[in-house]
């Protein structure tokens, strides 16, 4: 072997190993968390029982069985215990069952306690070694007290978990005003950043309950079409630019990025209406001078109430 072809192969870099996984949730438009097969077949929407750090859990294949590289995955992955038989089944929808008592039982308890809590949800573990109680408060709670008394009243593992806002709007689920399902609720697996400027860009009204969704954050479906937006805009001349088309010099009062239109008022023809010209249709003498970060800050969080 030449020392030019030892020095290439020895300078290669190793192929990152295969693994085999699965990909399963535990609640709708829930987190997908990767597992081992462990030989079984799985497809998507098959029922498995698996063990998690919470306990043995009853999960749903939202990824079939799939080759995917060791880099790509956290290792260990846990192993997918067995596929879901009838009996399985038939004891998480005893859970489900229960879960809706649990809440009353856990409310009237939070009232004799006198604790501002709101009680979102519940949930066993299938083994029903744990039962979770969701909750959302404005301030901090002490309720060691209410813990005690839940465990006596069901005799397992409580754990109180207090979550925000997003979180209850997703697991309460509703119709959004667009008349369909909550994205949280219906696909969303993680929640996105979204800014105030996406909203601006789109030319959304800034109005707070224009652009808030049930959960009185911005909503979600504005960071969707973001990057189309940000790269038309590009494309565009912001509101203020100085343009010259065919009918005379003009400055944009209003831009339509998707449909690279922008309406210009004629610098000699005050009283005409304005008129509307495709961005190929102009030329941009002069744009506005840009934000200084502390300006752009400030964008970040206005919103203007009713």
Excluded: W
């Excluded at 005893?94 to 856990?106: F, L, S, T």
């Excluded at 210009?264 to 008129?275: G, T, Y």
């Amino acid at each position: 072997m030449s020392e030019e072809i030892k020095n290439v192969q020895e300078n290669e870099t190793p192929m990152p190993e295969k693994v085999e996984i699965v990909g399963i949730n535990f609640r709708e438009a829930g987190k997908i968390y990767y597992f081992s097969p462990e030989g079984f077949k799985l497809s998507v929407g098959d029922k498995v029982i698996v063990e998690t750090s919470r306990g043995v859990e009853l999960g749903m294949v939202k990824v079939a069985n799939k080759i995917v590289d060791s880099t790509d995955i956290i290792s260990p992955l846990k192993p997918v215990t067995r596929p879901a038989t009838k009996s399985d089944i038939e004891h998480y929808e005893k859970n489900c069952a229960a879960e809706a008592d649990a809440i009353a039982v856990c409310q009237k308890k939070v009232e004799a306690h006198g604790l501002g809590m709101k009680l979102v949800g519940a949930e066993y573990t299938f083994d029903n070694s744990k039962l979770i109680f969701y909750f959302t408060c404005e301030s901090r709670v002490d309720f060691r007290e209410l813990v005690r008394d839940l465990a006596s009243t069901f005799r397992t593992r409580i754990e109180l978990r207090q979550i925000g806002i997003r979180d209850e709007a997703k697991m309460l689920g509703g119709i959004g005003v667009c008349g369909r399902k909550l994205c949280c609720a219906n696909f969303l697996s993680d929640f996105v950043q979204v800014s105030i400027r996406m909203a601006k860009e789109q030319n959304f009204s800034l109005n707070s309950s224009k652009v808030s969704g049930a959960c009185g954050r911005l909503m979600c479906c504005l960071r969707y079409e973001h990057e189309i937006y940000e790269e038309a805009l590009k494309q565009t001349p912001p509101n203020g630019s100085v343009v010259r088309t065919a009918d005379g010099d003009g400055v944009v009062i209003e831009i339509k990025p998707l449909a690279r239109e922008v309406k210009v008022r004629l610098n000699d023809n005050d009283k005409d209406a304005p008129k509307v010209y495709k961005c190929e249709e102009i030329k941009v003498l002069s744009r506005p001078g840009k934000q200084t970060n502390k300006e752009k800050d400030e964008d970040e969080d206005e919103i203007i109430e009713d």
